[in-house]
T-cell receptor, first 112, second 113 residues
Framework: DVKVTQSSRYLVKRTGEKVFLECVQD?????MFWYRQDPGLGLRLIYF???????EKGDIPEGYSVSREKKERFSLILESASTNQTSMYLC???????????FGPGTRLLVL | GNSVTQMEGPVTLSEEAFLTINCTYT??????LFWYVQYPGEGLQLLLK?????DKGSNKGFEATYRKETTSFHLEKGSVQVSDSAVYFC????????????FGDGTTLTVKP
């Protein structure tokens, strides 16, 4: 069974804090993705990585950075959290290009 | 670029009713098509998929047929249950897009007993 885990289900942070969201997969997949999900806006891609130390910007990278030091781990970093980054954050992995993505359970982040 | 357009929700049905959620897409090549489901408080999980024209994906009583001529992948179920209440996402992946998925906005389904 594919396992994609995210470090927290719920997180409350203050404006200006540096926030780390971590994602770990056990499928040996090359591709990993970070999305945010907001009501009425669907899923929006923040960043993705197709190999260790490789990253590419998605559709909404502003205010975020990522780190992939090991194949199984992909971290999303909010350098200075703002209230408009309150959202549900979903990590996903994928193997072959045309195959299924596997999602983690999500982290619901509230920035006060 | 690629895009996926889903029927707007929310959709509310009575148990045992017939379900259709429309999905149409725009792609430059030959995408794979997916339906994902998100139950309350969870991440997305694959419901079904189809990789080429005229393929039918099916799972848990849900079906969708890849129609290249109408660029559609409509989701259907003959008799919905309360447990089918969830958000449904149509998505595509294309070889030229480096493994990224393009998602529709999601359709919320509520099934009442």
């Amino acid at each position: 069974d594919v396992k994609v885990t995210q470090s927290s289900r719920y997180l409350v942070k203050r404006t200006g804090e540096k926030v780390f969201l971590e994602c770990v997969q056990d499928m040996d997949h090359e591709n990993m993705f970070w999305y945010r999900q907001d009501p009425g806006l669907g899923l929006r891609l923040i960043y993705f990585s197709y190999d260790v130390k490789m990253k590419e910007k998605g559709d909404i990278p502003e205010g975020y950075s990522v780190s992939r030091e090991k194949k199984e781990r992909f971290s999303l970093i909010l350098e200075s959290a703002s209230t408009n980054q309150t959202s549900m954050y979903l990590c996903a992995t994928g193997g072959q290009v045309l195959e299924t993505q596997y999602f983690g359970p999500g982290t619901r982040l509230l920035v006060l | 670029g690629n895009s996926v357009t889903q029927m707007e929700g929310p959709v509310t049905l009575s148990e045992e009713a017939f379900l259709t959620i429309n999905c149409t897409y725009t792609a430059t090549g030959y995408p794979s098509l997916f339906w994902y489901v998100q139950y309350p408080g969870e991440g997305l999980q694959l419901l079904l998929k189809a990789t080429k024209a005229d393929d039918k994906g099916s799972n848990k009583g849900f079906e969708a047929t890849y129609r290249k001529e109408t660029t559609s992948f409509h989701l259907e179920k003959g008799s919905v249950q309360v447990s089918d209440s969830a958000v449904y996402f149509c998505a595509l992946k294309e070889f030229t897009n480096a493994g990224k998925s393009t998602f529709g906005d999601g359709t919320t389904l509520t099934v009442k007993p």
